[in-house]
């Protein structure tokens, strides 16, 4: 059976269910065998199986979990004992530089997390070693060749299996031992597999081989949510599921309970545009609910700071933090939302993630900047003295601690002196002088920019290169979230121009750039056990639910990101990301984008909107004008209270509470956060009606819907 389950219509519930009526019918519980992806989605399903039928001990596991317990049994088959080791990433990472180390292959030629990570992608599909043929021209494959079989027997002789070797091994004892195979099938007469569209190519080999034994195979998932093939998922395998198992009955389950109907409107018309999926058509059980929201912005920092005000309107009309979520393609756009958040003082969350100035490339540069203002700042001298990779190990930083402590200076002092330090040897001595050069020159730079300080970093090493450009999916976010740092530290620069025109005293630019790090990265921390708005990219929110959803940077080349633009199956993996994204929400869907965004070289670049706001005909149909706040508050003016807002959903612009839209030219209001003013212009109708008042602080525009604006005497 393979249930094809639409979004919010509850496939979770069908497996327990399923399971529960098997109970029922005295199929034993030892012959049932239930799968999932994660622990905690297979101790949800213990729980409510538990809930269900109380007592009961079926076997609920991940994948891994259930192949590393068959293979206690069975390790023997394949020449490893009972009580073989488990080699985690770091273990696995660690073999593979001992045996770099003995082939002649230098850690900076090749990470040994690269290898691992091609090596993991080989066993995922299945590859084993007598069958790689490593393509010639390719260097990094011709060192996966030399290494993936020495490896292979290094984990034999140490009696050790990584992650993907439970499934890989799991499946050779099942292709390889007929009676083993059998032995399983019996046992598990009954199997049940859960997010059957995150399958790879040997899970659903593992399943597939049980399965034909007896046939008794249920299958839940929804092609329309298959964005993990950087993890090797395979959504193939949900595809032809019925023609791999023949007369396989298909049930739709088309009632969706979580999502309005505009929403999901607005969500069917986006996937459609997909080939690879089951066709379904959704089917609302609550009611339209409101439009979903389009906002285009005039830059990313106007961006945040609108989708803050959203949410600080949200929480003022009594919304919980938590019921909040903001979802972001590409990593590096968190940290304008950090930034805006705080800025308003919203508790935020960042799921999954630590945040922005947590993550190691950003405290890397940071260490950087302080060491260039504060070079008796051991902890971050050390974080930076041999990252990258200039010589200087263990042995020669004892050396350079011992010298600058006879002294009586500092590390960073001594290397910015230029002198020789004796007992070094020469590729040390070389790597600390240059770095001593890079350091003096940033000291001369940090006083007036934090911008060509952190370049003239990057420019003088090869950071880059060693830690951002490896070819590890993850890292490839790192170059992302080092140029959304020149951005900010840019910004940081034009603000201490701007505040110098009036200050009697010239303000140290690294300086105050880092207290203001600081105290952004405190307000994450303070945050992370509140209430609080959830921040996170699409694939983190997989599997949940807000009332109120923003996605932002809807942008070509951001979402859909620019390295799947020229593959059709990529693209259509966007694009189902994107659904995932929107039929997360609830009760409300907002989407915005930059109509320019600062490139990581400092040049405004203009961003076409995403082709997923045009398949759904926002980009094309304005539905009204004017935005509801003005952020000249936040001091640098590039908000334009002009910019349009487009509305999804037919016959809903008039919908919602009412409110008052009758102010006039004079009128004094108060605002909740701005305080008492007075109305000097009025424009626009219906929901669209606008208002600019002149508070204290300025004239704010604000959208009347939204703005909270008490009228009348004394206002």
Known sequence: ???????????????????????????????????????????????????????????????????????????????????FTIYDTNDRDRLLKSLMADHGISAKEVRPSFVGNVISRLKNDGTLVEDYSPRSWMPVE???????????????????????????????????????????????????????????????????????????????????????????????????????????EVVKLETNYRSTATILAFSQKVISHN?????????????????????????????????????????????????????????????????AFRRLSLPFHIVGDVGFFGRREVKDLCAFLKVCVNPRDRVALGRILNTPSRGIGKVSA??????????????????MSGQAVPGLNGKAQAGFAEFGAILADGHALAAKSVAHALSLFLDRTSYLQHVCRTGVPQDMEREENVGELLVHAREHDRAVVERGRSESEPEHAVHTYLTEVSLLADMYNDNADEDATQLMTVHSAKGLEFDHVHVIGLEEGLFPHKRSIDDPHALEEERRLFYVASTRARRTLTLTRAQARESFDGAPRRGSPSRFLTESDLEAEPAATGLGGDFDDFGDGDYDDGEPVFLYGTGLAESGPEVATDFHVGEDVRHPTYGAGQVIRCFGTGRSTKVEVLFESGVRTLLVEYARLERGEGA
């Open 142 to 248: 011709r060192i996966v060749g030399q290494l993936y079989g020495p490896y292979q027997d290094a984990l034999a002789e140490n009696n050790a299996m990584d992650f993907d070797d439970l499934l890989l091994n799991f499946l050779r004892i099942l292709d390889g031992v007929e009676e083993e195979r059998l032995r399983y099938a019996n046992r598990f007469r009954h199997i049940l597999v859960d997010e059957f569209q995150d399958t790879n190519a040997i899970q659903y080999r593992i399943v597939r081989r049980l399965a034909e034994v007896h046939g008794n195979i249920c299958v839940v998932g929804d092609p329309d949510q298959s964005i993990y093939s950087f993890r090797g998922a395979e959504i193939g395998n949900i595809l032809s599921f019925p023609e791999d198992f023949p007369g396989t």
């Open 398 to 415: 004892e050396t350079l601690d011992a010298v600058a402590a006879m002294q009586g200076t500092s590390v960073a002092e001594l290397a």
């Open 1 to 83: 059976m393979l249930v094809v389950a639409g979004a919010g219509s509850g496939k979770t519930r069908v497996i327990t269910r399923r399971i529960a009526w098997l109970l029922s019918q005295d199929v034993p519980e030892w012959n049932i065998l239930g799968v999932t992806f994660t622990n905690k989605a297979a101790q949800e399903m213990a729980e409510r199986v538990s809930t269900l039928v109380p007592g009961s001990r079926v076997r609920l596991a991940t994948f891994h979990s259930a192949c590393a317990a068959f293979l206690r049994r069975s390790a023997p088959l394949l020449g490893f004992s009972h009580d």
């Open 275 to 339: 080939t690879e999926r089951h066709e379904k058509e959704l089917v609302p059980a609550l009611g339209e609910g409101e439009p979903v929201l389009y906002l285009p912005c005039d830059s990313g920092r106007a961006e945040a700071r609108e989708v803050a005000y959203q949410v600080r309107t949200r929480l003022d009309r009594g919304a919980a933090p938590s019921s909040i979520a903001v979802f972001f393609r590409a990593k590096h756009l968190s940290r304008a939302l950090e930034e």
